[in-house]
């Protein structure tokens, strides 16, 4: 991007004033050095986000920002309903509550290395990932009823999953507000035998080592310390939150033309949230986040399965399962006034600050976990919420390192046989069924983790924790 | 046996046959086009049917460039208010088809009348061997979406795809 386009507020802030239809500034997190990495695309979804009804006080790009559809990957957005705000399923995107669940195995690397190729192949046998894949789920009408309405709930009363997880997962578990009643029958129909699968792209499950502490206080409360193991599960609502996401578009767009509203890219079509559509939108889309609860708990359980033959004694409680791609009913505090808000994080990680009532006693007072992957390579980060992030961008953080290639020219750079090899030489062992799907996610295909958490914690978006290398990564 | 694919006598658009690498440029092909996080499709022909032919090929090569075998045949219908609507809605019909059979397409025939449009498409199980796929299609976006026609008479129809 071209830096000139905006004004640098601080050395992680810059800024572009409202001009023509923008409502807001567009503010972007960012050193300069991710800033001129980003794409033009970027900073033009960002204001065309900015023009949208009901926007509140900004349209926010997080450090990780990249081009997306609509949104930019990386957007955070916030609507007032009683400002004409609006609810957009672009906004959302077609991976409903796609998240990261983290969970402590209690055990050091030296109990994993002497295991670590058989654990490998036992988890990619028994996490069913990549095109094509089932589950060994099939959900009847019933069934998918009650998994809409109850989520991470539902997992546990059928006996996968801990009924200790919940305090851990956000929204306790289950979305409120979720009608079954608006996902369409082709949605439900494409979720039948899709519950317990990763998925493909840039899912996976990694069984990751804490290389490097930050702080130690706020590691000692998260109960990580370095050489502890971990195990990550990045995935959404597979088919049924890609259905829910292409009808709704395809709602809103044709009911704007209908209305005659001129969309700066059809992509961001949106419908008012106190309007009959995106009340049904916002019925579905909970309940698509319940079946990506639901999907995490599962595949927590699988791993959970897998650990125990291993290792009879390892637990794996969670550390915290947080969604990045949502909107969500929230308090903020505008001009000094308590506001409720429709947040919109599109690639974007909630990042409560310490204190913050929604979070568990056991983490209230250092603030939420905030879990940011990498690549296969370079590893992955723990971050905590930081007060300021509420005034900042109303409570949220990035959600990853952002592409620096596309997969086009990923698979134009490497082949996924080598950097399988190279990265075995490195005792980081890849499992996936799909030799090119690991060359569109090379680690070089994406930017510097590191550069973007650190951006994220001088913004006073979220203070890095602990620093994870992978051991183990199953892909799709 | 399966209903063999013609239109007008030619073969159906396949994901195996063409695409810009040839020369001089074909009258009928696909390309992907690079985006951050995802990957842009694109198809064109003499007719906007073809050109949405030769992008659903695109789609397919987007998750496998091995072969894929016609061995049974799924019909889809949609419809849209205009062509770049009825575009998106025919590669999420065809998303959605590959999603919940769990199969792959390699051949696609597509008939346009009045906003209205019936596609057939040949395909298989997906073989994970054998076709290795790599990301999994979850919608087509309204971004970069495009269906036009150039100065040559030649239509072209774009988008991103979300994998």
Redesign the interface.
């Known amino acids: 991007m071209e830096i000139s386009r905006v004004v640098q507020i601080d050395p992680t802030a810059w800024r572009l004033e409202p001009s023509g239809a923008m409502r807001v500034p567009v503010v972007i997190y960012a050193d300069q050095g991710l800033l001129q990495g980003m794409d033009d695309k970027v900073i033009e979804q960002a204001t065309n986000v900015a023009t949208l009804p009901g926007i509140v006080r900004g349209s926010y790009v997080m450090p990780d920002g990249h081009w997306g559809y609509g949104f930019p990957i990386g957007g955070v957005a916030a609507f007032d309903p009683d400002q004409g705000g609006v609810v957009s399923a672009g906004g959302v995107g077609f991976d409903i509550s796609c998240g990261v669940r983290t969970m402590l195995t209690g055990l050091t690397v030296s109990d994993i290395m002497p295991v670590q190729k058989r654990l490998a192949d036992s988890l990619f046998r028994q996490i069913p990932a990549g095109v094509g894949s089932t589950g060994a789920i099939t959900l009847d009408a019933i069934d998918m009823e009650a998994m809409l309405a109850g989520g991470a709930h539902w997992a546990i009363e059928r006996g996968l999953g801990d009924e200790t997880d919940l305090d851990r997962i956000e929204e306790g578990g289950r979305m409120a507000g979720a009608r079954p009643d608006c996902v369409s029958d082709r949605a439900k129909e494409r979720q039948r035998e899709e519950m317990g699968t990763l998925g493909s792209g840039n899912h996976y499950l990694e069984v990751q080592a804490v290389v490097e502490i930050f702080d130690s206080t706020v590691a000692g409360v998260f109960g990580i310390a370095k050489d502890r193991v971990v195990v990550t599960i990045h995935c959404g609502s597979r088919g049924l939150g890609h259905q829910i996401g292409t009808e709704f578009l395809k709602e809103m767009v044709v009911a704007a033309g209908e209305r005659g509203i001129v969309l700066p890219d059809r992509e961001l079509a949106c419908a008012p949230i106190n309007s009959e559509v995106g009340q049904r939108y916002l019925g579905a889309m909970r309940a698509a986040t319940n079946c990506a609860l639901a999907n995490r708990e599962i595949l927590g359980h699988y791993a959970r399965r897998v650990f125990t033959h291993f290792f009879p004694n390892a637990a794996l409680s969670i550390l915290f399962d947080v969604s990045h791609n949502t909107c969500k009913v929230e308090t903020h505090l505008v001009e000094a006034k308590r506001r409720e808000l429709f947040v919109h994080r599109k690639g974007a990680t909630r990042a409560f600050g310490p204190g913050h009532e929604s979070l568990p006693a056991a983490l209230r007072a250092v603030g939420q976990p905030v879990l940011i992957g990498g690549s296969m390579g370079t590893g992955s980060y723990i971050l905590v919420g930081d007060a300021r992030s509420e005034a900042q961008a109303f409570s949220s953080a990035c959600h990853g390192a952002g592409r620096a290639l596309s997969r086009h020219a990923a698979l134009r750079q490497w082949s996924g046989r080598k950097i399988i090899d190279e990265l075995a030489a490195q005792g980081i062992l890849i499992r996936s069924p799909s030799s090119r799907g690991v060359a569109e996610e090379a680690p070089g295909a994406y930017k510097d983790v590191g550069a973007v958490v650190a951006a994220a914690e001088h913004a006073g978006l979220a203070r890095r924790v602990a620093r994870l290398r992978p051991l183990i990564c199953v892909k799709g | 046996m399966i209903d063999t694919p013609t239109k007008s006598g030619a073969l159906p658009a396949s994901a195996t046959r063409s695409n810009r690498s040839s020369a001089p440029a074909p009258r009928a092909g696909w390309e992907?086009?690079?985006?951050?996080?995802?990957?842009?499709i694109r198809g064109w022909g003499r007719t906007p049917a073809e050109a949405f032919e030769q992008a659903a090929c695109a789609l397919t090569a987007a998750?496998t460039?091995e072969t894929v075998i016609a061995r049974s045949k799924v019909c889809v219908s949609c419809s849209?208010?205009d062509l770049?609507?009825l575009f998106?809605?025919w590669l999420?019909a065809v998303?959605?088809e590959m999603?919940?059979r769990?199969m792959l397409f390699g051949q696609f025939a597509v008939q346009i009348e009045d906003g209205q449009l019936q596609g057939r498409l040949w395909g298989e199980?997906?073989d994970?061997a054998r076709?290795?796929?790599?990301?999994?299609p979850?919608?087509?976006?309204?971004?970069a979406?495009k269906v036009g026609q150039d100065s040559d008479g030649i239509w072209s129809a774009a988008c991103?795809v979300?994998?």
Not at chain 2, 32 to 40: L, N, R, T, V
Not at chain 2, 131 to 136: G, Q
Not at chain 2, 138 to 143: I, L, P, Q
């Open positions: 992907h086009f690079a985006h951050d996080a995802d990957i842009g998750v460039q849209a208010p770049e609507l998106v809605d999420n998303i959605y999603a919940l769990r199980p997906v994970v076709h290795a796929p790599s990301a999994e979850k919608g087509a976006t309204y971004t979406l991103i979300d994998v």
